[in-house]
């Protein structure tokens, strides 16, 4: 007898990218099927202003939600009456825009009768390496986005533990900011990324960064990158400035994913967040795994990397599993908040 088959409707509005994604799955499976993902990016509300502005994010998740809705559920050929649950972002994130997906999900859950979770961004972008690849566990993941990098190490679906985290700024923030002093369009990793691969990576030299264990800290690299854009002023050469910037913000990253495979006695490795989209940090991943450093290396497709609404439907579903369903008075958090106890 074949079994039974849930449909999942997935909302992500925790920054600035709207998103809708219908996974479908059978309960016994471990990770749902992606039906469908529709994403809205926000690049042309922000980017005259080089930087989120969260209150018009929140303006612009209103208007790009629910189309976003609309069409991931008709790509999936599936209409709000197929779903059997769904799950939105609660934290961390910019408050306005979390209650805009979160809100929309309670209200469909409370006007269709189907119950929602709430997920963890940091979480989502974890398991999104799921969505396309079955890395064994125990590995190490490696989170760099725009506004978190952290080590984790992956026991179990549910069972990891944060290892190593930045104590000052994303390593995705570090390529924003320098590229918005390149003049470079926003967000600027990928613009940077682009640049530097018509860069020389030796022409400019970056002190290494020493910060104890797994602590990561980008903010020094970038003030040396303010000090050369001052120094060398109309003789500064843009590309190979970026290519040096970056692969110093790739040593950095790596010594730590380096020394966490040691400390861990790990040989697999997942790269996720958005600036696993990177060029230089994919070729990086090929070439320790060549030297024999890693043995398995994986990284969600781009769509997968950036915030997107699939990984919050897979690990929507790990919790439907557990029937960690959330109730109408659940709230948003700005960071990240442990789940709070059920009262005995
Ligand atoms: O995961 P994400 O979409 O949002 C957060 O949760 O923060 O990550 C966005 C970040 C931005 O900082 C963006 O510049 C960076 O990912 N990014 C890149 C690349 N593509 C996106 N950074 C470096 N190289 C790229 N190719
Ligand atoms: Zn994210």
Redesign the pocket.
């Known amino acids: 007898m074949s079994k039974p088959i849930v449909h999942i409707l997935a909302l992500e509005s925790?920054?600035d990218?709207t998103s809708a994604a219908v996974l479908r799955a059978t309960v016994d499976d471990e990770v749902p099927q992606v039906l469908s993902l529709s994403v809205q990016s926000q690049n042309l509300v922000h980017q005259k202003y080089g930087g989120v502005v969260p209150e018009l994010a929140s303006r612009a998740h209103l208007a790009n939600l629910i189309p976003c809705i609309r069409k991931a559920l008709e790509e999936a050929k599936c209409d709000l009456s197929d779903i059997d649950f769904l799950s939105a972002t609660q934290q961390p994130?910019l408050l306005g825009c979390l209650l805009i997906g979160h809100t929309a999900a309670k209200t469909l859950s409370l006007l269709k009768g189907i119950p929602f979770v709430s997920c963890h961004?940091i979480h989502s972008?974890l398991l999104s390496v799921f969505i396309e690849h079955r890395p064994a566990f125990p590995f190490l993941a490696a989170v760099?986005?725009?506004?978190?990098t952290s080590l984790y190490l992956m026991r179990d679906f549910e069972d990891f533990e944060e290892v190593g985290v930045a104590i000052d700024d994303?390593?995705?923030?570090a390529?924003?900011k320098g590229?918005k002093l390149l003049g470079l369009g926003f967000?600027?990793?990928?613009e940077?990324?682009?640049l530097a691969l018509r860069g020389d990576s030796r022409r400019y030299s970056f002190g290494k960064v020493r910060t104890p264990g797994l602590r990561f800290s980008f903010s020094g690299l970038k003030s040396e990158f303010v000090r050369i854009v001052n120094r060398e002023g109309t003789n500064l050469h843009r590309e190979d400035l970026a290519a040096s910037y970056?692969s110093a913000l790739c040593d950095h990253l790596f010594e730590k994913i380096e020394l966490g495979l040691r400390d861990f006695g790990v040989d697999r490795l997942a790269l996720v967040?958005?600036?696993a989209?990177?060029?230089e940090?994919r070729r990086r991943l090929e070439t320790a795994r060549l030297k024999g450093l890693i043995n398995q290396w994986h990284a969600p497709s781009?769509q997968y990397?950036?915030?997107n609404a699939a990984m919050v439907g897979v690990l929507g579903f790990r919790k439907w599993k557990r029937s960690e369903f959330s109730d109408f008075s659940s709230d948003v958090y700005a960071t990240s908040r442990p789940p709070r106890k059920k009262a005995s």
């Open positions: 925790s920054c990218d994130g961004h972008h760099v986005s725009g506004g978190h994303a390593m995705g923030e390529f924003d590229a967000p600027g990793g990928p940077l990324d682009a970056q967040g958005g600036v989209r990177n060029s940090i781009p990397c950036t915030d």
